[in-house]
C-alpha cells in the first residue's frame, strides 16, 4: 500500500513526536525527530515520513499530502490525541477508502477508547508497533496483524493477541536514511545539542521504575534490549559519510550508560570515527566510565535530576540519591562533560519546601542548562494510577497537559500545594537558576568566542523571555 507515516499537525511548535519525553510547547522552540515513525518507515519501500509540525504545515497542507496515500498512519499522544482525531475524520472526509491508524502510548493503553472516541481511526497498535506497520502496509488483513485493536465492517472493536517485543534490535534497518531521504535536519533544534544534531536509539526499554516515566511503562519495557556496538557505529558511519553537515549524534535511548561495558565500547569506537556525541545518562555513573566516553568525543550528557528531595526520589522509585548525584556532577566537572539538568515539579511529596530544595540544589550542581517540566500523570503511567487513587487529579474528566495553544499544565493538585502554586514555581526555578550574576557571565563567556553561539543564545532569550512573560500570566 502507498503509506504516509504522519506527526499531524497540531499547536504552534508543539513537539508530540515519539522520542519527545514531554509532548508539549517548549519554552524555546525546538523539535527531536520522530524516530519512533521512522523506524516502520525504514521497513517498508517507497513509504514517506511527514512531520507537519516541523516542517510548519498548516491542517489544508498536510491534508492535501496525506490524501494521496492508502494508509495514513499517525503517532498521537494524550495531549494532541484530539486534533489528530479531528484530522483523521478530514481525512476520511476527503477520501473515505484511506486506512488510518494511530501508534503512540496513548493508543497503546486505551486503544479500545480510543477507537471509540472517532469512527476516521481504523486501528491502533498496543505494543511496539514497527513489524505491525510492516504487515498492514504490505496488504496483511488486520484480522491476522497481531498487536493492534480495530473497527470491523459491522463497527465492532475487535482485540488481535499481542505482539511480541523484539529481541534483535540489530534486525531493523537503520533510521538515519530515512531522516536524510523525507526531513530537513535544519527543522530540529534542540537548544543544548550542536546544531544541526541526529538523534537516534541504540537500544529500547529502560530498567529504572520511575513512576512518572512514559514509554518504559507504556511502548518500550524494562527490559533494556540493545543493538551491537558494531551496528551502532556502522550507521555512525553512514551519517558521517551521508550527512557531513551534521556536528553532534544524540544517542536518545532512556539510559544509554545502564550496560556500562557496552556503552565504554561504543565510545572507544566513536572515537575512531572522530565524532561529537551526546546521550541520556542517569546520574549514578562512575568516574572510570564518564573518563572513557569524554576521551572518546562525548560532549554532553542529558541528565534527569528531577528533584533536589531525597523522599521524593524515593517516592518516585528514581533508584537515585542526591549524594550520588553531587559526586557525579563534580565527575563531570573535572572532566568538562557539559550537563544539560531536568527537573520535575509536582511529584508525590512536593511541597513548598521542596520546591525551594529543589532550585537550591540545581544550583549547587549548577549543570550548564536546566529544563524545569511539570508533573505529568499520563494515562499508563504509575503516576497516573497515584493521582487517580489519591484524588490528586479532578475526578470523572479528561485530564488537562496542556493549553489550547500546547503549553504544559500542571495537572496535579495536593492538599497542601495547589496546582496554581506548582505551575508558578516553573518561572521561579528558571529566574532563581538563570539570573545569578555567575551564571550570566557563564552564558555570556560562551557567545563571546563565537558569532554563532551569540545569534543562537539571543534567539533563545527572546523565547526564554517570552515563555516567562506569558508561563506567569496564565495558568488556562
Not at 563571546?448 to 545569534?455: E, L, P
Request: glycine letters at 8%.
Amino acid at each position: 500500500m502507498k503509506t504516509l507515516f504522519l506527526q499531524a499537525p497540531s499547536f504552534d511548535g508543539f513537539d508530540g513526536g515519539a522520542g519527545s519525553r514531554y509532548q508539549a510547547k517548549r519554552e524555546i522552540r525546538s523539535f527531536w525527530y520522530p524516530t519512533w515513525l521512522a523506524q516502520p518507515a525504514a521497513l517498508v519501500p517507497g513509504s514517506r515520513l511527514l512531520d507537519a509540525p516541523a516542517d510548519g504545515l498548516s491542517v489544508a497542507q498536510a491534508l492535501a499530502i496525506a490524501s494521496e496515500y492508502e494508509l495514513v498512519i499517525l503517532h498521537t499522544s494524550t495531549p494532541s490525541f484530539p486534533t489528530d482525531a479531528r484530522f483523521a475524520e478530514l481525512l476520511k472526509e476527503r477520501n473515505a477508502a484511506t486506512l488510518v491508524g494511530m501508534v503512540g502510548a496513548k493508543v497503546a493503553v486505551d486503544a479500545e477508547g480510543s477507537l471509540r472516541a472517532s469512527r476516521a481511526i481504523d486501528f491502533v497498535a498496543r505494543e511496539e508497533f514497527d513489524y505491525t506497520c510492516r504487515d498492514i502496509a504490505q496488504g496483511m488483513p488486520l484480522t491476522q496483524v497481531d498487536g493492534i485493536s480495530y473497527r470491523a465492517p459491522d463497527g465492532a472493536i475487535c482485540h488481535n493477541p499481542p505482539r511480541a517485543m523484539i529481541e534483535n534490535m540489530d534486525e531493523l534497518p537503520f533510521v538515519s536514511p530515512v531522516y536524510k531521504r523525507d526531513l530537513d535536519i535544519h527543522n530540529y533544534f534542540i537548544g543544548y545539542l550542536d546544531y544541526p544534531y541526529v538523534s537516534l536509539y541504540t537500544g529500547r526499554g529502560c530498567r529504572s521504575r520511575c513512576t512518572f516515566c512514559l514509554w518504559p511503562q507504556t511502548v518500550g519495557g524494562h527490559r533494556y534490549r540493545t543493538r551491537s556496538p558494531e551496528n551502532v557505529l556502522e550507521e555512525v558511519r553512514w551519517i558521517k559519510e551521508n550527512m557531513p553537515e551534521v556536528k553532534e549524534i544524540m544517542f536518545d535511548d532512556d539510559t544509554f550508560t545502564d550496560f556500562r561495558p557496552r556503552a565504554e565500547e561504543i565510545a572507544r569506537g566513536l572515537g575512531k570515527l572522530g565524532v561529537t556525541w551526546s546521550c541520556n545518562a542517569k546520574a549514578n555513573v562512575p568516574y572510570s566510565t564518564l573518563k572513557v566516553m569524554k576521551d572518546n568525543g562525548l560532549r554532553l550528557l542529558l541528565v534527569g535530576y528531577e528533584s533536589g528531595d531525597d523522599q521524593i526520589l524515593l517516592n518516585i522509585k528514581k533508584g537515585l540519591r542526591t549524594d550520588i548525584a553531587r559526586r557525579f556532577a563534580a565527575d563531570c566537572k573535572a572532566l568538562g562533560i557539559t550537563v544539560h539538568g531536568t527537573f520535575i515539579l509536582g511529584l508525590p511529596g512536593e511541597t513548598r519546601e521542596t520546591i525551594a530544595k529543589s532550585i537550591a540544589f540545581a544550583k549547587e550542581i549548577n549543570p550548564h542548562t536546566i529544563q524545569v517540566s511539570l508533573a505529568a500523570p499520563y494515562p499508563g503511567t504509575r503516576l497516573y494510577e497515584q493521582a487517580v487513587e489519591n484524588d490528586w487529579i479532578p475526578p470523572n474528566r479528561t485530564i488537562n497537559l496542556v493549553n489550547e495553544s500546547g503549553v504544559q499544565l500542571a495537572a496535579i493538585s495536593y492538599p497542601h500545594l495547589s496546582s496554581e502554586e506548582i505551575y508558578h514555581g516553573v518561572e521561579a526555578f528558571y529566574k532563581s537558576f538563570y539570573f545569578r550574576p555567575t551564571k550570566i557571565w557563564e552564558i555570556v563567556s560562551e557567545m563571546v568566542g563565537s558569532w554563532d553561539m551569540t545569534r543562537r543564545r539571543l534567539r533563545e532569550g527572546v523565547e526564554f523571555f517570552h515563555f516567562l512573560r506569558s508561563h506567569g500570566a496564565t495558568h488556562s
